[in-house]
């Protein structure tokens, strides 16, 4: 990431400003989307996919109105979801008419709602490795008139000496599995199969230009990323070619932010999934293959100032999911010059800073923070701010402020 101290210092005069110009108070912990960036993000996403449609992955979004907007945008076409009641509520608001659910659902309310709504069910498509998946749709039905729409989760991890690196997702990997997984749901009456999945996450979720002394590690990241996409790419070919002796597939969806450019050359895929490269959190600072702009922030207020070289904000513990670590952790971002104890990190009620820019601050003052994932930080706010130049243009709803939790 190549913003300066003094880039960070501007950004925080800038949102300082606006929060301040604001028509009356904002609770905290206060979270804002520059739209500006945002918008240079959708922008800079279908340029990456060459042409090729960009499903937009509403976990690493949350907010209904940044789903709209990126749906907006030239390029942008479907949601790729990650819940079935999520692509329900979806599906009920009118956001789109076209929602992938990401995940195999096991949800028997959910899935008792979508058999039950022919609507609901001509315009979202469930995610299957497992005959044990269609035997639960079935058990839920009592007459197969309304066909669901099914795609396979094909594993995208790369193997080689025994070992499997990537996402831990689906049983099937080979084209035999595959197919015979596409002859199932073939042969159930019910049932429509339209489509495939195969996420990269080894390539896609892992960054491959960090500074420093990261940069070995780097060369080592891209050799992988590089045996990863030859080798899911031939995989793909043999997958396709085999199931067309079964079905028409609708569509053939890989990718993410991070991989965006790789996994759209591939001639098999027809669409790429983007979310998290709308919002750029921390743990897209470092990748080769764009630059990014990040567009999300929260603010806390300084609450105390325990000694001359520590202030303390209130809250502060959103700490983003995968393998604990210091990359999961909220980075103090404006005023630059900040950092968390290493004995306290981020707390529940309450984070102590410390770096030469902590002497400075005054208690009211507000510390702008970036999250390490996008999304995960709207499941803490039920309103989220959006900025657009120099003033926040309007407040919208999260899912929590909808009143949902997904």
């Known amino acids: 990431m190549g913003a300066s101290p003094v880039d960070r210092n501007r950004l925080r005069s800038r949102l300082d400003a606006a929060v301040a110009q604001h028509d009356g108070p904002l609770p905290t912990p206060l979270m804002l989307v520059d739209l500006d960036a945002f918008d240079a993000n959708a922008d800079d996403l279908v340029r990456r996919a060459g042409g090729k449609p960009l499903r937009v992955a509403s976990k690493s ?13 030239d390029g942008f076409s479907g949601v790729l979801a990650y819940t079935l009641r999520e692509a329900l509520w979806l599906h009920e608001q009118g956001l789109s008419d076209d929602i992938v659910v990401a995940y195999p659902s096991v949800d028997r309310g959910a899935l008792a709602d979508l058999v039950a709504s022919p609507s609901a069910a001509a315009q979202i498509t469930l995610m299957v490795d497992d005959p044990a998946h269609l035997d639960l749709v079935d058990s839920l039905r009592a007459s197969r008139a309304v066909p669901v729409r099914v795609a396979l989760d094909v594993d995208a991890g790369l193997r080689m000496g025994g070992q499997h690196v990537g996402p831990k997702r689906s049983p099937l990997y080979d084209a035999g599995s595959v197919v015979a997984m596409a002859r199932t749901v ?7 199969l339209v489509g495939a999945m195969t996420y990269e996450g080894q390539v896609a979720g892992l960054p491959d230009d960090l500074p420093g002394a990261g940069r070995a590690r780097s060369l080592v990241v891209r050799r992988m990323k590089s045996l990863s996409m030859h080798q899911v790419e031939a995989r793909r070919r043999e997958i396709a070619d085999a199931l067309a002796a079964v079905t028409e597939l609708e569509f053939w969806n890989a990718g993410g932010s991070g991989s965006v450019e790789a996994s759209s050359a591939d001639p098999v895929v027809t669409e790429v999934a983007a979310g998290s490269g709308l919002l750029v959190p921390t743990l897209f600072d470092h990748y080769q293959a764009f630059e990014p702009r990040p567009a999300s922030y929260f603010a806390l207020p300084v609450v105390r100032r325990p000694s001359a070289e520590v202030a303390t904000v209130h809250g502060g513990g959103l700490v983003a999911s995968g393998p604990a670590g210091d990359d999961r952790l909220p980075q103090p971002w404006a005023p630059a010059g900040l950092q968390l104890l290493g004995l306290e990190g ?4 309450q984070t102590p800073l410390t770096g030469h820019a902590a002497s400075l601050l005054a208690i009211g003052d507000l510390v ?5 994932k996008s999304g995960e930080p709207f499941e803490h706010t039920t309103t989220v701010h959006l900025l657009a130049a120099d003033r926040i243009v309007d407040s919208v ?5 909808h009143g949902l939790a997904f």
């Not at 073939?186 to 429509?192: D, K, N, S, Y």
């Not at 981020?346 to 009620?349: I, L, M, Y």
């Open 61 to 73: 979004l949350r907010v209904p109105a940044l789903l709209q907007r990126a749906l907006a945008h």
């Open 186 to 192: 073939a042969g159930r009456e019910g049932f429509r």
């Open 346 to 349: 981020a707390g529940e009620v």
């Open 368 to 372: 702008w923070f970036r999250h390490a």
């Open 397 to 401: 709803p999260t899912y929590r402020g």
